[in-house]
């Protein structure tokens, strides 16, 4: 991780209870600005562990983070403290052990290549600000099903892209190109790097900042969005216009309590459900126009 703030970084931790906490918390780590976040129980709550730019005061963030709290009455700040460059490295470089995914992926961060286990296909994504790192469990739903439904010389939109996982994993898959839309300027930048990470070149891919297909011409022959409820709503307006017939759209980042929301919202699109996929309080469906 590049260091722009100096020579230390704040970490400040947040809890959360109740059904949604996870989800919550993960909204919160996202839109904060985090350069590095981790989610873990402690005491029956969740916590989340992020770390934010010595270059700014602490006021900053943490007057910042009770901004972004106020959506999420359940989010309370709970600590922060000063961490030195050297050491939150060092503490962090093995809070991301290659983690399987699917039957054949393996997510791992970029400092253990050379420890690829033999028949699986890697994806080397950095830690960083940008939301998929593939150890959240909608990550996982998600990379199954590219995994079930991206087929050699497709080409994919990414929705809500992230770190890039997704549509990297496509590519490693055989698919052809690839374009990718965030609305986070940040995002895109974390994209750039993981796609270098995984040796493809950066002019196979169009990386735009834009919200859900906006900009996106043309049909293509896969679609994966890895959001909220809403914003995966919204995208299937844009469908149709955006995906060839008879081709997979892939949508996750919704808990199992929405699919009950989802599902009709597919159908009244003119999707069908192909298939579908729960981990944990998670869910995410492939689906495709009759």
Request: aromatic fraction near 8%; hydrophobic fraction near 45%.
């Amino acid at each position: 991780m590049e260091n722009t703030g100096g020579n230390f970084w704040w970490s400040v931790d947040l809890e959360s209870d109740g059904k949604a906490a996870e989800e919550a918390l993960s909204i919160v780590a996202d839109l904060s600005g985090s350069i590095g976040a981790e989610l873990f129980e402690e005491g029956g709550k969740m916590v989340l562990r992020a770390a934010y730019l010595g270059s700014q005061d602490i006021a900053h963030w943490t007057g910042f983070l009770n901004d972004l709290s106020a959506d999420f009455p359940q989010v309370r700040l709970r600590s922060h403290r000063k961490i030195e460059n050297r050491d939150w490295h060092t503490e962090h470089l093995d809070s991301f052990p290659p983690l399987p995914v699917g039957v054949n992926f393996i997510v791992m961060a970029p400092w253990h290549k050379g420890k690829e286990p033999s028949g699986k296909l890697p994806l080397y994504i950095y830690p960083g600000a940008a939301f998929g790192t593939g150890y959240h469990e909608s990550t996982q739903i998600a990379l199954s099903l590219v995994e079930r439904f991206v087929k050699a010389g497709d080409s994919i939109l990414d929705v809500g892209t992230g770190s890039g996982i997704l549509f990297i994993a496509a590519l490693k898959l055989g698919a052809a190109k690839a374009a990718a839309r965030d609305m986070d300027p940040t995002a895109i930048a974390e994209v750039r790097r993981n796609v270098e990470s995984n040796g493809f070149s950066l002019e196979s891919c169009d990386l735009q900042v834009g919200d859900l297909a906006e900009g996106v011409h043309g049909r293509l022959d896969a679609l994966t969005a890895n959001i909220l409820l809403e914003p995966n709503l919204r995208l299937l307006r844009d469908a149709e216009r955006v995906l060839k017939p008879s081709c997979f759209a892939i949508f996750s980042g919704m808990t199992t309590a929405e699919r009950t929301t989802f599902l009709p919202a597919l159908s009244s699109a003119g999707l069908s459900l192909v298939a579908e996929l729960t981990k944990g309080d998670w869910w995410g469906c492939a689906a495709k126009f009759d």
